[in-house]
């Protein structure tokens, strides 16, 4: 049976806010929570979309949230799944560089990752490359062996499940529309219901800064949206690639750079690229959502960022718009792949938030205001952080709710 009024609303059923709500049922089993979504099902865009990789923490500056989340994060999430019969695999990932000038961001990234707590990060030479990926160029690569591969969707559904079976509730197919207070209590729309909650926890992805908005509170961040395109390797070819197969990625960017991912199904794919997109839910090349475009363009913040990233932006475009470019990416690092192995192009979309400077926030961030908790900005590894991420949130709110 529904509640008439709960004392905390989780706003998006992806893999943030499920494992949030898990855990403030484990927590206060006292507690009435409820999780609404507007699909009709969970983990539907950004948890249902990414690479399936459970990261070690490489690539974030050591001190950052998304440093010890992702290393606390690691562990706790392959004890979740070994706990409750989630697939997963340690496959190892190699960060691969395949010229010179390459060597010395590859160090500092096993220095960072070092400095981190990564354990088993080991920097190998050719004939070790060469052993674990037979058919990958390269001089030097990072060896990671605590990363590994997963499927999101059936964590977040493990997640969901446990959640139900404490009691509580979770509620698809309604968009929150408005969000109003009423004396002590938050009025929540939706397109079929009306739900009223003591508190909001707001983890709504490509849609957080809007439904942060509808509350009153605007920290001067935009939610961009970025595509990434990918295509699978067919079946055949797909046994060039052993594992992970990543190249020494860009320190300014927030993106990996295009690499090779063995699925925890065995199928391999290549990508992804960031290409700027014009609808926050834009899977296609041509999709376009006026709403949303003009909630980019009007924001001061992207045009700073534009213009301090407009050739890399180019660049992304046209190689989204160029399969040869696609191709030569993925030549750097395996040179034996061909156009005709390429098949089945695929996306997903990133929410990268933006400030009004301009910056491509490169860390977690997670606010409390007006009754509410908002993750304005939880990309890669928010996945393989999500238990920890939610631990976060429901310690902030055990203070800022007084549960």
Known sequence: MKKSIYDIAVIGAGIIGLATAMQLTNKFPSLKIVVLDKENVTAEHQTGHNSGVIHAGIYYKPGSAKASFCYTGN???????????????????????????????????HKRGTANGVEGLQIIGKDELSEKEPNAAGLKAIWSPNTGIIDYKKVTESYAGLFKKNGGDLILNSKVKSLNRENKNIVLETENKTIKSKHIINCAGLHADQIARLMGHDAGIRIVPFRGEYYSISKARGKLINGLIYPVPDPAMPFLGVHFTTRIDGTVEAGPNAVLAFAREGYSKFSFNLPDAFNT???????????????????????????????????????????????????????????????????????????????????????????????????????????
């Open 75 to 109: 562990k706790e999430l392959r004890q979740f799944c070994d706990e409750n019969d989630v697939p997963y695999k340690m496959c190892g990932k190699l960060v691969i560089a395949v010229n010179e000038h390459e060597i010395p961001m590859l160090e500092e990234l």
């Open 297 to 403: 363009l009007a924001f001061p913040g992207f045009w700073k960022m534009s213009a301090k990233h407009w050739k890399t932006g180019l660049a992304e475009q046209y190689r989204s718009i160029n399969k040869n470019s696609f191709l030569k990416s993925l030549q750097y690092l395996v040179p034996d792949i061909k156009m005709s192995d390429l098949t089945e192009p695929g996306s997903g979309v990133r929410a990268q938030a933006v400030d009004k400077a301009g910056n491509l926030l490169q860390d977690f961030s997670i606010i409390e205001a007006n009754s509410a908790i908002h993750v304005l900005s939880a990309p890669s590894p928010g996945a393989t952080s999500s238990l920890t991420i939610g631990k976060h949130i429901v310690e902030l709110a055990r203070k800022n709710f007084e549960l």
